[in-house]
């Protein structure tokens, strides 16, 4: 931590960036480094409680977004702007040109967590809240989505080309033996190829790009190719068509949702911002339609909760969720009155 | 760092990424917009037109620090250029400098657990003082999280006028807000 803030006085502090976020937001990743940083200088403590005070005791009133205007404005816009979205995109946009783009800015925020074990075998990690992406010995690149790892035998490849996967990940294979995605619930079987599995939650979802994939579960083998789907429904595959030109949504930081429970909605955030969230079980099994980004907590929050008429208090990093006149949280900062 | 992306997809024209940059952005900039003037429909026009002017320059736009700021300065220009074209109508006259108004206020909580009737009264008075500009400082700064730099910028002031704006108004609050007992030790050890 910078040491210019020995110098500050509590109204200086008030005035930082970091210190605001952290005593705004709660955000963790600010918490830790302040925590330590006053536990090295208790004597501060007294300007930090005085520049939380005058942080906090600012309100600003502030007319709630309402989602109808915000659409219909949209609509003017979209109008305006003519081309869909599909055409708009420029036609020879190779897969490795939005990957590379994903990884560049992954690769700023990355603490990827990779380590070699004494006995040979490579982890990489991607914990909540944050992306990895990571080149395989052969040459081959992995995105790993939060929450998300894979392991390998090093010294095995490119010999035998195998790695185990929790979680979600994109992989872009380069040609040579077969590529085998090991996952708790089946596996993957490529030459050269890109794909995206999908494993969270118990689900088994796998999406070919490029190429040609091999997906089996015990006896049941099926094989994809671009622009295919498998997802295992417990018993068989069922396979579906889907848009191969556009990468995965979740690489571009955008989540989208059709029909889907908010158990897994909720999920997905938890692992994307690294919080935690609380909902009755009554509310799980019902299901969202809709799309959040990864790079603001609170919209997402209200664009998930908004239509279903719920509502959500965050306190740091926890997040309450409630059906909207249900008793209220007492005490839950950040939400306005 | 998905800002960043979105970015860089909105210049090579990819449309989803001007939509989720416009959602996104959108409460925030009709919110700002909204301090200016109590017209909605002249706000969302600007909302409109500098989403529809984002994507024609889509090929012409450079690399931005930060989304938010980049936007916030392109509203706040838009509605102060559209108030002033309207005044100049409706009074011929050389429009005066658009006013920022919004309501500053201590927090309940706070303000039931730190401070007396008095102090509190003392403190909506100060605060009622602030000017436009201090105000404005201090909503960019603390809704939405700008730094001092693009603050600067968006108000068409430098660097240290937006901290001596904001630095005067937190040391007023500070010492309206700050109770006796906050005094730090040595005060007390110096009757000894």
Redesign the interface.
């Given at each position: 931590m910078n040491d210019k803030y020995l110098t500050y006085n509590a109204v200086e502090l008030a005035q930082d960036a970091a210190f605001i976020r952290w005593a705004k937001a709660g955000e963790a990743r600010y918490a830790a480094q302040w925590e330590a940083w006053l536990a090295r200088h208790p004597e501060k403590w007294q300007a930090v409680e005085e520049a939380r005070l005058l942080v906090h005791a600012l309100v600003i009133k502030e007319e709630p977004a309402n989602p109808e205007r915000i659409a219909r404005i949209w609509g003017k816009i979209d109008a305006a702007t003519g081309e869909s979205a599909a055409q708009a995109s420029p036609p020879g946009l190779k897969a490795w040109r939005w990957l590379g783009y994903a990884a560049a800015a992954a690769l700023a925020l990355l603490l990827a967590f990779f380590f070699l074990r004494p006995d040979g075998t490579a982890v990489l990690e991607a914990p909540y809240g944050q992306m990895a992406e990571h080149r395989l010995p052969d040459g081959s690149r992995v995105q790993l989505n939060a929450g998300s790892s894979i392991r390998y035998q090093e010294n095995a490849w490119p010999g035998t080309r195998k790695l185990r996967l929790e979680g979600e990940a994109f992989f872009e294979v380069e040609k040579g033996k077969p590529f085998i995605v090991e996952t708790p619930q089946g596996s993957v079987e490529v030459l050269g190829t890109s794909f995206n599995v999908n494993t969270f939650e118990g689900r088994f979802d796998v999406r070919c790009y490029t190429g040609r994939v091999q997906v089996t579960v015990d006896e049941n083998q099926e094989i994809l190719t671009a622009g295919q789907q498998a997802l295992w429904a417990g018993n068989g595959w069922q396979r579906n068509n889907f848009e191969a030109s556009a990468p995965p949504a979740w690489q571009s930081g955008r989540f989208e949702y059709h029909g889907t429970p908010l158990r897994e909605v909720f999920a997905e955030m938890e692992r994307q911002f690294d919080i935690r969230i609380d909902a009755p079980d009554s509310i799980l099994s019902r299901t969202y339609t809709g799309a959040y980004e990864r790079n603001a907590l609170d919209s997402a929050l209200y664009r998930v909760c908004w239509p279903m008429n719920l509502e959500a208090s965050r306190q740091g990093d926890v997040v309450v969720v409630r059906a909207a006149g249900a008793s209220p949280q007492p005490g839950s900062p950040g939400e306005g009155e | 760092?998905?800002?960043?992306?979105?970015w860089?997809?909105l210049r090579?024209?990819?449309?989803?990424?001007?939509?989720?940059l416009?959602?996104?952005h959108?409460?925030v900039l009709?919110?700002y917009g909204?301090k200016f003037s109590a017209d909605r429909q002249l706000v969302?026009d600007c909302?409109?037109d500098l989403?529809?002017d984002l994507?024609?320059r889509r090929a012409q736009l450079s690399e931005v620090s930060s989304v938010q700021s980049y936007l916030l300065v392109a509203m706040r220009r838009r509605v102060v250029r559209q108030l002033g074209r309207r005044q100049k109508r409706e009074t011929a006259e050389e429009p005066e400098e658009q006013q920022f108004d919004?309501?500053?206020?201590?927090?309940e909580?706070?303000?039931a657990r730190?401070l007396s009737k008095e102090q509190h009264l003392k403190l909506k008075e100060a605060l009622q003082q602030l000017s436009p500009r201090q105000k404005e400082a201090?909503?960019l700064?603390?809704?939405l999280?700008m730094?001092?730099e693009d603050i600067g910028q968006a108000m068409d002031i430098s660097y240290q006028s937006v901290?001596n704006l904001?630095?005067s108004a937190?040391?007023r609050?500070?010492e309206l807000?700050?109770r006796g007992w906050?005094l730090?030790p040595w005060i007390f050890f110096g009757f000894f």
């Open positions: - | 760092m998905s800002e960043a992306l979105l860089s997809q090579e024209g990819r449309k989803t990424a001007l939509e989720a416009y959602r996104a959108a409460p009709l919110q909204g969302e909302v409109q989403f529809v994507w024609q919004c309501e500053i206020a201590i927090d909580q706070i303000a730190e201090i909503y700064k603390y809704q999280g730094d001092y901290r904001a630095h937190l040391s609050l500070r807000l700050i906050w730090p």
